[in-house]
C-alpha cells in the first residue's frame, strides 16, 4: 500500500514563498512521475509541473520562472518550491506519483492536498 503524504502549504502573502512536501511511503520500487496539480475554487484541476526519472522537468505557463520541482529519491520525496507568489495561485495543491510496487504495474496515486492561500 502506498501512502502520500503532503506538508507546506498555508496562508501568505503575494510576492512571498512556499515550499510544498510530499513524501511517498510503501514498497516502492520505482517512481516514473512525480507531478503538481493544483485545484482553485470552482475550477478544475490542473497541471502545474512534472518531473520524470529521467530528469525531464514541464511546467503549465502561469507558473514558469515562479516555481520549481525538485525531488529527492532517497527519501522518495518530491517538492515544489513556490516563489513571487500571486493571488491567482490560490488553490489546493495535490501531488500524484506515478509509480511502480514489486512487480505490479505503473500506478498513480494522489495526495491529500494542501491548501495554499495567497493575500493581495
Known amino acids: 500500500q502506498v501512502q502520500l503524504v503532503e506538508s507546506g502549504g498555508g496562508l501568505v502573502q503575494a510576492g512571498g514563498s512556499l515550499r510544498l512536501s510530499c513524501a511517498a511511503s510503501?514498497?516502492?520500487?520505482?517512481?516514473?512521475?512525480m507531478d503538481w496539480y493544483r485545484q482553485a475554487p470552482g475550477k478544475q484541476r490542473k497541471l502545474v509541473a512534472t518531473?520524470?526519472?529521467?530528469?525531464?522537468?514541464t511546467y503549465e505557463d502561469s507558473v514558469k520562472g515562479r516555481f520549481t520541482i525538485s525531488r529527492d529519491n532517497a527519501k522518495n520525496t518530491v517538492y515544489l518550491q513556490m516563489n513571487s507568489l500571486k493571488p491567482e495561485d490560490t488553490a489546493v495543491y495535490y501531488c500524484s506519483l506515478v509509480l511502480q510496487m514489486a512487480s505490479m504495474p505503473s500506478t498513480r496515486y494522489w495526495g491529500q492536498g494542501t491548501s495554499v492561500t495567497v493575500s493581495s
Open positions: 518531473l520524470t526519472s529521467g530528469g525531464t522537468i
Open positions: 510503501g514498497s516502492i520500487s520505482r517512481i516514473n512521475v
